[in-house]
């Protein structure tokens, strides 16, 4: 069936450093690629999204590019702080409409 | 704020229960969704439905039932509880096809 992976599935990083997490979507016909932040305890948030018309966003310290030939999409956060460490997940909206998730990658940044 | 609530929160079944979690929204979206987290295996979709006469399985729906009762809510039942549904359940909504979802609280479900 459709799927999303999500690389890696843990990434710790040095307080100021940068972090990169990938996806790879299988249905080429997605066109609606979010990101979400899920702290502990809480709700997944939208933090950052691109369609598929465009191939880089940027929104102060995170940016997503977007690789359509590739099939895939990546979440860049620099100049990490500790309120950054959270569970990330990616995400493709099928050509049905529904959204399917990647696994999450649990970021800890260390101060 | 117009927002997703989920009642339970939280929840401890039996197994063999009958059960219901909702999902209520007053964003005056027309698309719902149920989600499952466990950790390790990210969100995956239960059911979900484009308006209130469309309902449509997703990844994991064995087990599992929905209603749509009205545009603003939208109920996941397990008919028979088994310890392996025990889990983290969202709702979300969403307004088309290219808009973000927004999710629910979630609720906690232990099935002893």
């Known amino acids: 069936g459709e799927n999303v992976e999500q690389h890696p599935s843990t990434l710790s990083v040095q307080e100021g450093d940068s972090a990169v997490i990938k996806c790879t979507y299988s249905?080429?016909?997605?066109?609606?690629f979010p990101w979400y932040k899920q702290e502990l305890g809480k709700r997944p948030q939208l933090i950052i999204d691109?369609?598929?018309?465009?191939g880089e966003k940027k929104d102060q310290r995170i940016a997503v590019t977007l690789n359509k030939t590739a099939k895939h999409f990546s979440l860049h956060i620099t100049e990490t702080q500790p309120e950054d460490s959270a569970v990330y997940f990616c995400a493709a909206r099928r050509s049905q409409g529904n959204l399917i998730f990647g696994k999450g990658t649990k970021l800890s940044v260390k101060p | 704020d117009a927002d997703v609530t989920q009642t339970p929160r939280n929840r401890i079944t039996k197994t063999g229960k009958r059960i219901m979690l909702e999902c209520s929204q007053t964003k005056g979206h027309d698309r719902m969704y149920w989600y499952r987290q466990d950790p390790g295996l990210g969100l995956r979709l239960i059911y979900y439905s484009f308006d209130v006469k469309d309902i449509n399985k997703g990844e994991i729906s064995d087990g599992y039932s929905v209603s749509r009762q009205a545009q603003a809510k939208f109920s996941l039942s397990l008919e028979s509880a088994i310890p392996n549904q025990t889990a983290l359940y969202f709702c979300a909504t969403s307004d088309n096809t290219e808009t973000e979802a927004f999710f629910g609280q979630g609720t906690r479900l232990t099935v002893v």
């Open positions: 691109i369609r598929s018309n465009v």
């Open positions: 249905d080429s016909a997605s066109n609606y």
